[in-house]
């Protein structure tokens, strides 16, 4: 675990000495965007086309960032057009790294490098920030296009239509101001929530994570009793953003990351939906669930210093979700 400074590997933990003991999280530096024509997105530079085996995902299937848009390419029939490596699941001194003995990483297919520090470096020298996935790399400007998340679902959701014939939308006109607030508050208290909760090294500041998380996981479950999805009838965006988190609770944050005033199973209506959005499909392929259990417990020494990875109950996301 560490971050780039002027282009050279420091490897260190998080500091939350000047927070209070809080996890705050960096904002992402690559924020360009492919759209159809290669004009400029809402931030960055134009030049990114959409046009098919450009573009290549780097990810870890561990990360719910990176999962999101694992999911998004393959919702939206992008897997022929854009390529993907894996990344190991341990993240230790080096960061994120493109060894191979692991069940699904498949080294950098790109390029070989041993890294994924090694990327942002191939972007920019001299780069200085946290070496996160997702990467969405172009290999005609041999740049990183976006390491934001929530930026490439959006780009995986239109820019490329005319090139799949794929036209679903998870980000439909109509709703995008409705959907806004909810991606907000499942963002702040509870996708980054989870973490905010996992990494805090203070009482107060895990006390000021965890009782919004389940505050949020309250809210949700009962808006479920009355709705399909969080928008109504409709899956967006919305959804799978909060599934990423959602797959990974009972499995991780709830020993791991002390998120465990409830477990996922707890809420009739959460755990239904998201047995629901797993079984949408394609997804269960998206979901990897050796590297999920394995990075956290395996890489966050501070939290787990012996490295014991639990045997955690047994949970069947593929039983009937009963939902109509
Ligand atoms: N804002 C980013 C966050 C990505 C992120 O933080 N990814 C984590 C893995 S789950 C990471 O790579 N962390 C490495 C680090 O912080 O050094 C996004 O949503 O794309």
Redesign the pocket.
């Known amino acids: 675990?560490?971050?780039l400074v002027d282009g050279v590997w420091r490897d260190q933990w998080?500091d939350t000495k000047k927070s209070g003991g809080s996890f705050e999280?960096s904002?992402?530096k690559f924020r360009n965007w492919i759209t159809a024509d290669g004009s400029a997105g809402p931030s960055g530079d134009a030049g990114f086309a959409a046009e098919s085996g450009r573009y290549h995902l780097y990810v870890?299937y561990?990360?719910?960032?990176?999962h999101?848009a694992l999911i998004f390419r393959k919702l939206k029939g992008l897997e022929d057009h854009i390529g993907v490596s894996a990344v190991h699941s341990d993240?230790l001194g080096d960061?994120?790294t493109f060894q191979t003995d692991d069940h699904g990483a498949t080294g950098d297919r790109l390029y070989g490098l041993p890294f994924a520090r090694d990327i942002y470096l191939k972007a920019d020298p001299k780069f200085s920030g946290?070496?996160?996935?997702?990467i969405l790399w172009d290999t005609e400007r041999e740049t990183i296009v976006s390491?934001?998340?929530?930026e490439?679902i959006r780009m995986f959701n239109s820019a490329f239509d005319a090139i799949t014939g794929n036209d679903d939308d998870y980000w439909p006109a109509d709703l995008r101001a409705a959907i806004e607030p909810v991606n907000d508050r499942i963002y702040e208290t509870f996708n980054n929530g989870v973490y905010r909760a996992g990494f805090a090294t203070t009482q107060e500041a895990y006390d000021a994570a965890v009782h919004p998380l389940f505050d949020t996981m309250d809210w949700i479950d009962d808006r479920l009793s009355e709705k399909r999805y969080l928008m109504g009838d409709r899956l967006t965006e919305a959804d799978w953003r909060l599934f990423t988190t959602l797959v990974r609770f009972d499995k991780v944050y709830h020993l791991h990351f002390k998120c465990n005033r409830k477990r996922l199973i707890d809420y009739p209506h959460l755990w239904a939906y998201t047995r629901e959005l797993f079984q949408v499909p394609g997804v269960a392929e998206t979901v990897n669930f050796d590297h999920i259990v394995r990075h956290y417990h395996y890489s966050h020494e501070t939290i787990n210093p012996h490295r014991i990875i639990p045997i955690n109950p047994v949970i069947d996301f593929a039983a009937p979700h009963g939902r109509a």
Not at 62 to 66: K, M, S, V
Not at 147 to 150: D, G
């Open positions: 675990m560490g971050l998080y999280r904002a992402a870890s561990a990360c719910p960032w990176a999101r993240m960061g994120w946290r070496v996160t996935v997702p390491n934001e998340s929530s490439i």
